[in-house]
């Protein structure tokens, strides 16, 4: 199967460019003047450059041309490497490769000064016998602050406590994730287009659209009773999240 011409590589690349820096160099300076969002943007941008950096670019750019070859369409193959294009952009702006321990030392200093979003990522990956109560408070947070990016940081433990307890009442359990991955998409996560969340659906799920994540999710006409029942249980979930917001 042939891959993407330079041309179709060149529009994909322009395509993720539209909706995000390929810039990250100013993080370094904000994450140090204490900016708890440049903070957690940096320990991000570190996790997801490790690989993109782990070997000579052009190794990179084969593996990602390699990988596109197994997918179905030209379309999502140019995506695939236009995508990684775009991050080995990303990453080179971010100068050479860190140690792994960078990345969490600086979503931790975030989470310490208070980013919701870095303290729901701290609670997600810990692993000692406290973090279901750790998961519990993350959601509390999250649901409290309205933050897309807190929910969908959490995504995978919907079965947690402080999930149960605010939204067991609304989401059946085979839907959460469904139903929360939405929900995170209208409270604030990057789920546009070409955002941060389709990139690295690309990327690491190879799952490459040029659609919204909520139009993956939630596709008008295909998925009958199931789609109408996944569409109320977000509405009520946006619901919960209003009143908590008007009690608070």
Known sequence: MNGPTPVAESRATAFWRSQQSADLSALQWQAD????????????????CFPALASPADDYLRSARSMAANLSTAEERALLVGAAQFRLQ????????VPAEAAALWLDAAAARG????????????????????????WERALRAADG?????????EDSAGFTRRLGAVVK????????????????AACQPGGEVM???????????????????VQPGELGDRELAIRAQIDS???????????D
Do not use: K, T
């Open 199 to 217: 990139l690295e659906l690309c990327l690491n799920a190879f799952h490459c659209s040029d659609r919204s994540f909520e139009e993956l999710i």
């Open 33 to 48: 003047q204490g900016n708890a969002i440049a903070q957690r943007e940096l320990g991000q941008a570190y996790q997801r």
């Open 149 to 157: 990016r807190a929910l969908h940081a959490l995504l995978g433990s």
């Open 173 to 188: 359990p085979n839907d959460a994730l469904a139903v929360m991955s939405v929900v995170a998409c209208r409270m604030g």
């Open 237 to 247: 979930v946006v619901r919960v999240i209003v009143r908590m917001q008007a009690l």
């Open 115 to 138: 980013d919701v979003p870095a303290q729901a990522m701290a609670a997600f990956r810990s692993s000692d016998e406290g973090r279901p109560e750790r998961i519990a408070a993350a």
């Open 90 to 97: 990303q990453c080179q702006s971010l100068g050479q490769r």
